[in-house]
């Protein structure tokens, strides 16, 4: 076990050095540790079909389409389903507490999922 310290912490300090300032900070980095042994490698290559990327896709500042579905089912909306997906917008369709059909459609630009319209 304190030889794969060891190693670990050896690989990270030549990483770290070796890469230069300009081209990645230390939130660009992710050490992984696993049965080949130590890696290092830039966040910017990550693949989200074969790895978690979650630190960089998941809190991004744009609104997601699960986070609005997410935010229509706290708003009461009943078997919500992400109806269409557009550069800037994100439509959601439902039922209200009446059991009418509804469609809310929120802002994609903001996190915060914004609400733009509801029929």
């Not at 744009?62 to 997906?85: F, H, N, Q, W």
């Not at 999922?113 to 029929?119: A, Y």
């Amino acid at each position: 076990m304190h030889g794969i310290i060891t190693s670990t912490a050896l690989a990270l300090a030549v990483a770290l050095t070796s890469v230069p300032l300009g081209v990645a900070s230390a939130q660009d980095l992710e050490l992984h540790l696993g049965d080949g042994g130590p890696k290092l490698r830039l966040r910017e290559n990550c693949d989200p079909d074969r790895e978690d990327c979650r630190d960089r896709r998941d809190y991004r500042r744009e609104c997601s389409p699960e986070r609005a579905l997410d935010k229509a089912e706290r708003m009461g909306v009943r078997r919500a389903r992400i109806d269409g997906v557009g550069r800037r917008t994100i439509d959601v369709r439902g039922r209200d507490l009446d059991g009418d059909r509804i469609v809310i459609t929120f802002d994609r630009r903001d996190r915060r999922c914004p609400v733009l319209s509801s029929d």
